[in-house]
C-alpha cells in the first residue's frame, strides 16, 4: 500500500484561513507547527480579511449575577414563520473566574471591551476566551466625583486597537472650576499605554452616558455644541484624534432634546433610534451624506427602554432589539414583534451588544513599524 501524501503546506494554510474561528482554536491542538501557525499575528490579520464578508452577529449579555453569556441570536431565522422564537445562550468563562460584569463598552473585530462592577476595564475575545486588563490612566478623574463613556475601535493607519474615555466633573462639584471640561484620553493596544489629547470641545454631560457608536473607523456620540447647546453628531477619527461634527437627520429638531435620542449601528449603518414620541428609527444610507438619511417607524413596541441591537444576519427586515429583560425580533413588514427565549441563559438580564468571532488576540502588542 502506499503512502499517503500530504497536502503542501501552502494549501493548509489556505484552507485554514477560510475556516470558522471557533474550529481554528480547536485545530491549535492538532500539532505544534499548527498552532504556532494559527497564533501568528500575520495569519490572524490573514483571516479577519478573509472572513470579514461572511462576519455572523452573536450577541452578548450580561446577567443579573454579574456573568457574561454569549447567544447566537441567527438561530432564530428557522423560526421566523413562527409565534415562538428561541436562541441559545451560553456562558462565557475567563479567568480569573471570579470577575462580576457591569457593562459592555464595545466591540470591535471580536473584541469586546467590557468593565466589572469595580469599574476596572478589560479586552475580552468570547471566541478565544483570552482577557487583558487595561491599565489604568494615571491622571484619570477621582470616582464618585466625575463621569466617563467610552468607545473601542480598530485604527487601520497604524493597525492598532484604542481605548477612548471622555471623562468629566459631576456638575454639582461646583466648587472645581474645572468642572465643565470634557478631558478625551486615548489607550493604545499596541503600545500598551493611554496618552492624553485634547479636550472635547462639545457638551457630553447630557443624554445618556452611552459608549461610542464605531463606523468606518469613527467613534460617534450624540452630544450638544457650546456654548449654544444645539445638539449634534460628533465622530472622533481613531487615525487623526480629533472631532468632526455628521449632520443630523432634518426631520430631527437640532434643539436640546435631540440629544436624548440614541445612536446605534444597523447592517454597517449609522442609525439614530428616538423613542421619545413613538419609536422612529432614522438610517444613514451613504455614510457622513446628510440628505441619505432614511425614516422607519416602528409601531406597536410597548417595552421601555428597548433600542435595536442588530439585523439578523441575512435578512434587512428583521431587526434585533434588546431591553433591560428580553430580546425582541421586529419585522418592518408586518409590524409585528416576537419575543426570543434565550435558552441556557438566566432569566434576568440585559444585552450589552455585538460582537463577531475572531483570532484576534487582547494581548497582541508589538513594535510600531
Known sequence: MSARKSLPQEIIEAILRRLPAKSLGRFKFVSKPWRSLISNPEFIKTHLHL???????????????????SVNINEVLQYLNSNDLS????????????IRWEKILGSCNGLVLAKDEDGTIFLLNPTTQEISELLVFPSALPLGESFVMYGFGYDSSSDDYKVVSISFWDTDNEHNPNCTDMFVSVYSLRNNSWKKVHNSPYDHAVGHLLSGVLINENLH??????????????????????????????????????????????GEKLAIFGNQVGNDLWLMEEYDVGESWTNVSIDGVEIDPVKPVCLVDGSNRDIVL??????????????????????????AFAVGGTYHESLVSPKFITTPP
Open 51 to 69: 472572513n470579514n464578508h461572511h462576519k455572523i452577529n452573536k450577541l452578548i449579555i450580561v446577567s443579573n449575577m454579574k456573568s457574561l453569556y
Open 322 to 347: 434588546g431591553d433591560e429583560d428580553g430580546v425582541i425580533v421586529y419585522n418592518l413588514d408586518d409590524r409585528r414583534c416576537k419575543n426570543v427565549w434565550v435558552l441556557g441563559a438566566p432569566i
Open 221 to 266: 456620540w450624540l452630544t450638544q455644541r457650546i456654548p449654544s447647546y444645539s445638539s449634534t453628531i460628533v465622530a472622533f477619527s481613531l487615525a487623526k484624534e480629533e472631532f468632526n461634527e455628521i449632520e443630523l437627520p432634518a426631520s430631527i429638531d437640532n434643539n436640546k432634546t435631540a440629544v436624548f435620542n440614541k445612536l446605534v449601528v444597523l
Open 87 to 98: 436562541a441559545t445562550g451560553k456562558e462565557l468563562s475567563f479567568r480569573p473566574p471570579s
